[in-house]
């Protein structure tokens, strides 16, 4: 015969209640079987643990040894046994990519809701661009993606979560900021245009050069950054301006001000992609999920035919 478990959990009961009565009322058992499993305990092991005659009861030596190894011993089970159950209901996952710059409006809001609301879902996330998310979508790496850029492929669907405004992002002191309420692309013409990300492409930066050339402007100089947050530093430092989405707003820093652009067709969509016959029900959640958000927030959003199955 080996030891048991159970056999540790009596001793540990009995070492710290020094009293086979209270170690038995804790144990919700009878003291009688409770003595008898410390006394196959000690025979097993062919060591004696209490001393015997000691009012409280007292460990011996040895029987303060076996004490600290049993409890640590019966910490790493319970801790087993918590964590094999939640592996047990976490039994599925969606892997989510994302753009940069979608951290900055909706994102990080549908995320903990869904994370709250789907929790045996283990939930994963991935930046990266809207193109590659495209081949991560089709390649089966990622489930869903938030993206900007308006992309054909016959094997993916997509929802135009929202038309973001753009804006413009001015160091302080510029003399645009105070020159008029609202600013329009040719007032930026004669400006440095810091424009993100360099690479890869198409992305957001084309998304901005686009506007001017949709309306036959082309800025004097063009500054490309690797990214958001290095373009609003370079925004802070003096060198140029940017074109940002509206939401970028909320990233408040002390040294950009940020101004209204005044054609209102000036947006970047906020899409998401998804297989095109993926049904999962984990995505239809996150799509009923996105538009409760936008009813709460009284934001523009799709109407509910638009989340409907693929």
């Known amino acids: 015969m080996n030891i048991e478990l159970r056999h540790m959990r009596y001793f540990v009961a009995v070492a710290e209640e020094r009293n086979f009565t209270r170690a038995a009322a804790r144990l919700h058992i009878a003291q ?24 409280p009861l007292k460990l011996t030596d040895t029987g303060r040894f076996f004490y600290s190894h049993a409890v640590q011993l019966l910490a790493q089970t319970s801790e087993l046994e918590s964590m094999t159950r939640r592996v047990g209901k976490i039994d599925r996952s969606l892997s989510v990519g994302f753009v ?22 283990a939930l994963s996330l991935h930046e990266m661009s809207t193109m590659d998310q495209i081949q991560a979508l089709k390649e089966g790496r990622i489930d869903v993606g938030f993206g900007r850029i308006r992309h054909e492929d016959p094997s993916i669907r997509r929802v135009v979560l ?5 804006i413009v ?24 245009l810091i424009i993100f990300p360099q690479a890869p492409r198409p992305s957001f930066a084309d ?3 686009a506007v001017f050339h949709d309306r036959a402007l082309k800025p004097e100089r063009v500054y490309e950054t ?30 950009v001000a940020y101004k209204e652009l005044d ?5 970047s969509p906020i899409i998401l992609s998804m297989r095109l016959l993926d049904e999962s029900p984990d995505i239809r ?14 934001m523009e959003h799709l109407p509910p035919s638009d989340l409907g199955s693929p």
């Not at 979608?102 to 789907?118: A, D, H, Q, S």
């Not at 992002?169 to 040719?186: N, T």
């Not at 054609?263 to 947006?267: I, K, Q, R």
């Open 226 to 255: 690797r990214e958001l947050q290095i373009a609003l530093g370079l925004v802070a430092a003096g060198e140029g301006i940017a074109i940002v989405p509206r939401s970028v707003n909320g990233l408040k820093r002390d040294d």
């Open 169 to 192: 992002a001015l160091p302080l002191g510029h003399p645009l900021i105070d020159s008029k309420p609202v600013l329009s692309l040719h007032d930026l013409v004669p400006e440095t």
């Open 100 to 121: 940069g710059s979608t951290l900055y409006g909706m994102l990080p809001k549908i995320i903990r809701r869904f994370r709250e609301e789907n929790s045996t879902v």
């Open 263 to 267: 054609d209102p067709n000036l947006v």
């Open 207 to 209: 998304q901005v050069l």
């Open 285 to 298: 959640a996150m799509l009923e999920l996105i538009y409760d958000l936008y009813v709460e927030g009284n």
């Open 32 to 55: 009688p079987p409770l003595s008898r499993q410390i006394q196959q305990l000690e025979a097993l092991l062919g060591v004696q643990l209490f001393e015997r005659d000691s009012r």
């Open 162 to 166: 929202r038309e973001e405004r753009m």
